[in-house]
């Protein structure tokens, strides 16, 4: 009797297997057979009745079923996954050039986007790009550009001094030197680049801020030639008319020595905390090269002369940009950041 209820189940449950279209319906045949309620627990629970001989040649019996079904079993889920695979691979595709989900393209910082756009002029007009050293020499810095240690326009810019008595430069001026010494004139050159003081830092004023220097040494160069450029630069970059003044400046390394101001942009010249309420704002220092300077750098002053400036690079970017604080500029804040 038992014996020919095993059998049947093994018969019942292959056809159900075989007929079975998902593996929804092969499972439920399978609990149906194999599951703690199913039929194979029902006809276990039967034993108990069986004689000792009976009860061991039908546990054989009733292993070989249990056995048979489970090896089919587990042959036609394999088919089923290998089935749901193929149609996967099949109607799956992937397009590789669309930009990864929740990544954010990065976008150039402002002061560099600054820095390519005036790069870009100024190559156009004959100028070289040139790069100096962050950490610089005291004689780059301070004594090729006519500022001597005992002269007091030391003390005009604050100057974090390393222990190895370089420092890090106070102005991107140096690279006026190593462009006179590299290039020889006739020559034109700007130089980017970050610079460093030990300055009290305000909403004009950074620590850590960029500037771009310029120069121009050949014959007879003359202030004209050093307004021309200024005029070009301003009006290139702001695309609109500004207002400049033009004051006379002192640096050490250039006579007669200007500072170039603008019309405070953010607030029109009205006063603010950027331009100290004075409604102008300093952009640049310039002049025309010292004779000592030239001829620091091997140039005879008697044959050549020259122009140079030295721009804030970060204070043009606000007043492009209608910052109102420079420190927004060095955050990293990402909320900043995006909007450029
Ligand atoms: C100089 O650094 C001179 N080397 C400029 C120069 C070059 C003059 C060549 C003549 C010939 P100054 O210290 O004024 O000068 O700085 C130049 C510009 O940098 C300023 O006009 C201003 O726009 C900017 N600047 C100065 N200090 C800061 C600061 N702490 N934060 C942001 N910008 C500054």
Redesign the pocket.
């Known amino acids: 009797m038992l014996e020919t209820q095993l059998e049947e189940l093994r018969r019942a449950t292959l056809a159900a297997f075989a007929s079975a279209n998902s593996l929804e319906d092969l499972e439920g045949a399978r609990v149906e057979a194999l599951g703690r309620k199913g039929s194979l627990a029902r006809i276990t629970k039967e034993f108990g009745r069986l004689a000792p001989d009976e009860r061991a040649r039908l546990g054989k019996l009733l292993n070989s079923v249990k056995q048979d079904l489970e090896t089919e079993y587990d042959a036609k889920e394999r088919r089923f996954e290998e089935t749901a695979l193929a149609e996967r691979l099949a109607n799956e595709w992937i397009d590789v050039t669309l930009p990864a989900p929740g990544v954010h393209p990065g976008s150039l910082h402002p002061v560099t986007q600054l820095q390519q756009e005036i790069e870009d002029l100024f190559t156009s007009m004959g100028f070289a790009v040139l790069e100096g050293p962050e950490v610089e020499t005291e004689e780059h810095n301070f004594d090729a550009l006519n500022i001597p240690s005992t002269h007091p326009a030391r003390d005009?810019?604050d100057t974090i001094w390393l222990t190895s008595g370089h420092l890090l430069r106070?102005?991107?001026?140096p690279v006026?030197v190593r462009g006179m010494r590299k290039l020889g004139p006739p020559f034109r050159m700007i130089a980017p680049g970050r610079v460093f003081?030990n300055?009290e830092v305000d909403a004009?004023?950074?620590?850590t801020?960029h500037?771009l220097?310029g120069m121009m040494v050949d014959r007879e160069v003359s202030v004209a030639n050093l307004i021309y450029f200024m005029k070009t630069l301003l009006s290139s970059i702001f695309k609109r008319e500004v207002t400049i003044r033009l004051r006379p400046g002192y640096?050490p390394?250039?006579e007669p020595?200007f500072?170039l101001d603008i019309h405070c942009l953010i607030c029109d010249g009205v006063g603010c905390a950027v331009c100290k309420y004075s409604g102008w704002v300093?952009?640049?220092?310039?002049?025309l090269v010292h004779p000592n300077v030239l001829r620091m750098s091997n140039i005879d002053p008697e044959e050549w002369s020259g122009f140079?400036?030295?721009?804030?690079l970060?204070?043009l970017v606000m007043m492009r940009y209608g910052i109102d604080d420079?420190r927004q500029l060095l955050s990293g804040d990402l909320r900043f950041l995006t909007q450029f």
Request: proline share 0%; charged share 20%; aromatic share 12%.
């Open positions: 005009m810019q106070t102005h991107t001026s006026q003081r300055e004009s004023h950074e620590h801020f500037q220097e640096f390394f250039v020595g500072e300093e952009q640049l220092g310039c002049g140079a400036f030295g721009l804030g970060t204070r420079v």
